[in-house]
């Protein structure tokens, strides 16, 4: 898979932007912005980030957050008026001083000499590139894991290390497994270095392909992974004796690649254990990662794992286990979060195919 492949931002045009920032207080832009006009931002990095930082403040006061819903009120908000917020790209790189540099830029653009990008993507492309850069260490791993852009990675792992343990205790059971919605590919790597040898691993997102294999070249692993785009297990060969997968766990409508691994529609529970059923043998596990926080704030009346085990007999329960979930920090402000957070827990369901 090469670079033209994968989903980036859009390139927008310059001309969109009705007004500049210079000269005009942040006040006044936040308003003009929140009324629905554009702005390409001129200056700093450091004053582009006081401009953002302003507009997030006044559309937290408009739409405060006091729940999971004004929650997702708020960041729908805030994201449809920074979207406003435009920056020239010019020769490869952001027309602010002093902005990071940013290799990626010229990869992803190529060919484009002038063009705007908005203020929150070019953001998500700096932020990922350091994440890239630097790579993320767990502590279940041996080796740093270094995703690419608009590739989801793990950022709590309580499931992590249950599937670690879990996977030392079931050593040598499992010669083949299929990591279905990988991501950067975490979930493999922890398998590999368990000893299961063969490892496909699929997402719809090309992304998360060119992550896993970029990450590939980097690593020597006694383990034979593939990685294939494919929507679940839409694949020409699933024989494997295991398959895991980790959904997202909050019902919503996902509205970029990156949300595709928080957010799940309807039917999409439906979809994976049917694709389960018909495509892997009998002796097929499948280990189902989940977590009880919608059903704690109120998103979800019933566990999409629970309601395939009640309404059929296509799989049977081998175990249940469950984490607590690590606690936000002391300074969050988000105190319903916190009350949350303190009875939730991740779960990790092992079934079978009858």
Not at 14 to 25: E, L, M, P
Not at 339 to 349: A, D, F, M, N, P
Request: hydrophobic residues 35%; positive net charge.
């Amino acid at each position: 898979m090469h670079l033209r492949e994968i989903i980036v931002p859009p390139a927008l045009p310059c001309d969109k932007a009705r007004y500049q920032t210079d000269g005009i207080n942040n006040n006044g832009v936040v308003k003009k912005v929140l009324s629905g006009n554009s702005y390409c931002i001129s200056g700093s990095y450091s004053s582009a980030l006081s401009l953002y930082s302003r507009l997030k403040k006044t559309v937290r006061k408009e739409y405060p957050v006091r729940c999971y819903k004004s929650s997702r009120i708020n960041r729908e908000k805030f994201r449809a008026a920074a979207s406003k917020l435009l920056v020239e790209i010019k020769e490869g790189k952001p027309v602010l001083e002093k902005f990071p540099e940013i290799p990626w830029i010229n990869d992803f653009y190529p060919g484009i000499e002038k063009f705007c990008l908005s203020f929150p993507d070019l953001l998500g492309i700096n932020g990922a590139w350091q994440w890239y850069r630097k790579g993320v260490k767990y502590d279940v791993l041996n080796h740093s894991v270094h995703p690419f852009y608009g590739v989801y990675f793990p950022t709590r792992t309580e499931h992590l290390f249950m599937f670690d343990r879990w996977l030392s205790e079931n050593k040598g059971r499992f010669g083949s497994a299929i990591d279905v919605g990988s991501g950067s590919g975490v979930l493999s790597f922890i398998m590999a270095k368990h000893g299961i040898k063969e490892i496909l691993a699929t997402d719809i997102n090309p992304n998360s392909i060119f992550s896993i294999n970029d990450n590939l070249k980097r690593l020597e692993l006694s383990a034979d992974i593939k990685a294939e785009k494919a929507n679940l297990l839409d694949v020409d060969n699933a024989s494997a004796g295991l398959v895991v997968f980790n959904p997202p766990w909050i019902p919503g409508n996902p509205l970029n690649e990156i949300d595709k691994g928080i957010y799940f529609e309807n039917g999409f529970f439906e979809n994976f254990f049917d694709s389960v059923y018909n495509k892997t043998g009998k002796s097929t596990l499948v280990a189902v990662f989940f977590s009880n926080f919608a059903r704690l704030t109120g998103l979800l009346k019933y566990n999409p794992v629970e309601t395939e085990l009640n309404k059929s007999n296509r799989f049977s329960l081998v175990e249940k286990r469950e984490s607590k979930v690590s606690m936000p920090s002391p300074g969050n402000k988000n105190r319903w979060l916190r009350g949350i957070r303190k009875k939730e827990k991740t779960e990790l369901w092992v079934l079978q195919k009858q």
